[in-house]
């Protein structure tokens, strides 16, 4: 089955600055690579996903890029903001039905 | 879109005391449903699936258990709390594992 990894657990950056968070999966398989934000005591909710017929995939200051190869994929958040601080999680597909998430990662947005 | 209708928001039970979660979904049919608990400051760890009408997967052997008795309803039980199933319980819709899944509001349960 799938496993997925993420890193880094917690991630403090300045305001303005950029922020990156990593994910690798094991199953070449895997097609499909969602990124979820989790604000405090509140539900996931999706923010991007890419397909693995891409590389990179661009939504105003978020960007998700995907090595196949390496089986990598990556969420960049640039000109971060206060209201970027959040849990992001990462996930893909273990088989048809099924979800396999990262553990997340605690961005800290300081102003 | 899909919404998906959680509750209670919040609930705090005695050890030893029954559960019952309930979540229903619209704004789509035949949906795959999921049950997630999220231990404080941690991830989402999967304790069951549904893709169907009483087609129950459980991922992580426990004393809770769920049903799916319609299309768009399913509930999460246990007979008798333990201390450990604290957390924050969160129903989730999709559509196959190659979609965006959906997540309700989730419950936050305390056993005391």
């Known amino acids: 089955g799938e496993n997925v990894e993420q890193h880094p657990s917690t991630l403090s950056v300045q305001e303005g600055d950029s922020a990156v968070i990593k994910c690798t999966y094991s199953d070449s398989a895997s097609n499909y690579f969602p990124w979820y934000k989790q604000e405090l005591g509140k539900r996931p909710q999706l923010i991007i996903d890419i397909r693995s017929n891409v590389g990179e995939k661009k939504d105003q200051r978020i960007a998700v890029t995907l090595n196949k190869t390496a089986k990598h994929f990556s969420l960049h958040i640039t000109e971060t903001q206060p209201e970027d601080s959040a849990v992001y999680f990462c996930?893909?597909?273990?088989?048809?039905?099924?979800?396999?998430f990262g553990t997340g990662t605690r961005l800290k947005v300081l102003a | 879109s899909q919404t998906i209708h959680q509750w209670p928001a919040t609930l705090v039970q005695p050890v030893g005391s029954p559960l019952s979660l309930e979540c229903t979904v619209e704004g789509t049919s035949n949906p795959n449903l999921y049950w997630y608990r999220q231990a404080a400051g941690r991830g989402l760890q999967l304790l069951f699936y549904?893709?169907?009408?009483?087609?129950i997967s459980s991922e992580v052997p426990q004393n809770l258990s769920a049903s799916r008795p319609q299309d768009r309803q399913f509930i999460l039980s246990s007979k008798k709390l333990l201390l450990s199933d604290s957390g924050f319980y969160l129903c989730?819709?999709?559509?196959?594992?190659?979609?965006?899944?959906?997540f309700g509001q989730g419950t936050r349960l305390t056993v005391v």
């Open positions: 549904s893709v169907g009408i009483g087609q």
């Open positions: 996930a893909a597909p273990s088989g048809t039905y099924k979800y396999i």
């Open positions: 989730a819709s999709g559509q196959g594992a190659r979609t965006e899944a959906f």
